[in-house]
């Protein structure tokens, strides 16, 4: 039985508008780069309001998400730090918890997933390490091929085959990401609510998988 709270405080207010912004920046990037493709989709630039409209569409946003990225990171520098911090570093110890993690969640009332470390588990991890990798591309090669006359043709080829190949990536990452946070997946059933609800998760479910976290915050409640 949990000493602590019935539910515990994952998320600020801040970090779920912010993530908000950040996931629907994302999905009009991703309708729109789609479309832009090869010939173009046309129901999806009739959306935008053309082939060029979409460019634009795509082009302004992609700069407004690397506006936001650098205003919080400066702002936030402190909190940005303690996020790559806590996502970058990985132990001997969390091998375990990869070669466990199929059997909690596909038998979740009879496994538990090995003990971790951090703020984060391990898969969460890795996920944010490829999220930050795919957006540093991202951002590097639409800025290149947002000016392709200051540049010889072989940048902007690379620059697109790179793009393409970092779009995949944060696709691959963030269906992942849906599936864990739609509640389909028993084991994740009500983590959700850290994100897209009041920010708060049950105490048991927050000590299954993050048991280091949900103890620290469980002694800080402490009178």
């Known amino acids: 039985m949990s000493s602590g709270p019935a539910r515990i405080l994952r998320n600020t207010r801040a970090a779920r ?3 908000t912004v950040v996931y629907l920046a994302i999905t009009v990037l ?31 946003i992609g700069f407004g998400l690397i506006a936001l990225a650098l205003l919080v990171t400066i702002v936030r520098a402190r909190v940005v730090g303690r996020f ?4 970058i570093r990985f132990r001997a110890s969390d091998l ?32 944010n390490c490829v999220i930050v990798l795919a957006f540093l591309v991202l951002s590097v090669t639409g800025v290149l091929m947002a000016f392709p006359d200051q540049f010889v043709p072989a940048v902007f080829a690379w620059s697109f085959r790179l793009h393409r190949y970092a779009t995949w990536a944060l696709v691959a990452a963030v269906l992942g990401h ?9 084991a994740y059933r009500g983590v959700w609510r850290a994100m897209h609800g009041s920010g708060r998760v049950d105490a048991s479910l927050a000590e299954r998988l993050w048991p280091r976290w949900a103890n620290e915050q469980a002694k800080a409640d402490e009178p």
């Open 30 to 60: 991703f309708a729109s780069g789609v479309s832009l493709l090869g010939a173009g989709i046309p129901w999806i630039e009739s959306l935008f309001g053309g082939h060029e409209s979409t460019g634009a569409w795509h082009r302004w």
């Open 17 to 19: 508008r912010l993530h």
């Open 178 to 186: 849906l599936l864990i946070a739609s509640g389909v997946l028993r």
């Open 96 to 127: 375990d918890w990869f070669l466990t993690y199929p059997r909690f969640v596909t038998r979740p009332s009879r496994n538990e997933p090995s003990r971790h470390e951090g703020h984060f588990d391990p898969g969460q991890r890795l996920f």
């Open 84 to 87: 790559l911090r806590a996502s």
